[in-house]
């Protein structure tokens, strides 16, 4: 019996990634980073800015994504996301559009709590991105 689970990406524009052997998959969650391995209970949450790590039979990919939301149901993880970039193939020049972005999000008027600590996150975790090599 196969240890592994299906992770569909997915983004308003286009399915964005699917792998039917991944091993496990560690999530922003909103409350906290987040790792789903095969029969994890069935759950619906939220996910914050920063890094999608996905461990596959024969590799590691990494993305970053702004925001979205995972749903986990028979061995099947399923994110939405709004935006998200795989770190393997970013450069200088996205991660100064990602900043650029991040200026908006602090210039926003009227925020609510929530809107504030999604806006800080993404501000620290674009700062900690780099261009791949």
């Known amino acids: 019996m196969s240890d592994t689970i299906q992770l569909d990406i997915v983004t308003p ?3 964005f990634f699917s ?3 991944v091993l ?3 999530v922003p969650g909103i409350e906290g980073d987040m ?3 095969q029969n994890h209970i069935p759950i619906i949450t939220f996910l914050r800015p920063g890094t999608i790590q996905v461990h596959s039979q024969n590799k590691e990919t990494y993305f970053f994504i702004a925001d979205g939301v ?3 149901s028979n061995n099947i993880v399923t994110i939405l996301a709004s935006e998200i970039y795989d770190l393997a193939t970013i450069d200088s020049k996205m991660i100064d559009y990602l900043k650029n972005k991040v200026k908006e999000k602090n210039q ?3 925020q609510t709590d929530n809107e504030l600590f999604l806006a800080s996150k993404f501000e620290e975790e674009v700062n900690s991105l780099s261009p791949a090599r």
């Open 13 to 15: 524009e286009k399915k």
């Open 35 to 37: 790792g789903i391995l």
């Open 70 to 72: 995972l749903e986990f």
């Open 24 to 26: 496990s998959v560690t």
């Open 19 to 21: 792998d039917k052997s």
């Open 108 to 110: 926003k008027e009227n």
